[in-house]
C-alpha cells in the first residue's frame, strides 16, 4: 500500500531530524507539526524552529508560525530553517560549516 502524504511528509521530517542529529543538534518533532515541524537545539545555546516540506515546493510560515519566531527572537538566540527535498542538502551543509565554525 503507497503511503499518504502525510506518512511521506513525517516520513522526510525523520530524515531530517536524523541529519540534524548527526551535527550534534538534540532535536524534537512536535506533533502535528504544531507549531513547526522540529526544534533543534545547538551546543552553543542556538535555537533552531525547523520547517520541513517534501518534494520542490518552497517552504512557507503560516501567520502564527511567524509570530512565534518574532516573539522567540528577541529574547533567544533562535534561527529559522525551511527545508525541502530540492534544498535540504545545502541548507544542511550551510548549518554544518555554521556550527563547526564557532566550535
Do not use: T, W
Not at 39 to 45: E, L, S, Y
Amino acid at each position: 500500500m503507497p503511503y499518504s502524504a502525510y506518512q511521506r511528509g513525517r516520513l522526510f521530517e525523520y530524515r531530517v531530524k536524523r541529519e540534524l542529529e548527526a551535527l550534534g543538534l538534540i532535536v524534537f518533532r512536535f506533533a502535528k507539526s504544531a507549531p513547526f515541524d522540529l526544534i533543534a537545539f545547538a551546543p552553543n545555546g542556538r535555537i533552531y524552529l525547523v520547517e520541513c516540506k517534501l518534494g520542490k515546493r518552497k517552504p512557507y510560515l503560516r501567520d502564527n508560525q511567524l509570530a512565534l519566531y518574532e516573539a522567540l527572537r528577541e529574547h533567544h538566540d533562535v534561527k529559522l530553517l525551511l527545508i525541502n527535498s530540492a534544498n535540504k542538502n545545502e541548507v544542511l551543509s550551510k548549518l554544518a560549516s555554521e556550527i563547526f565554525s564557532e566550535a
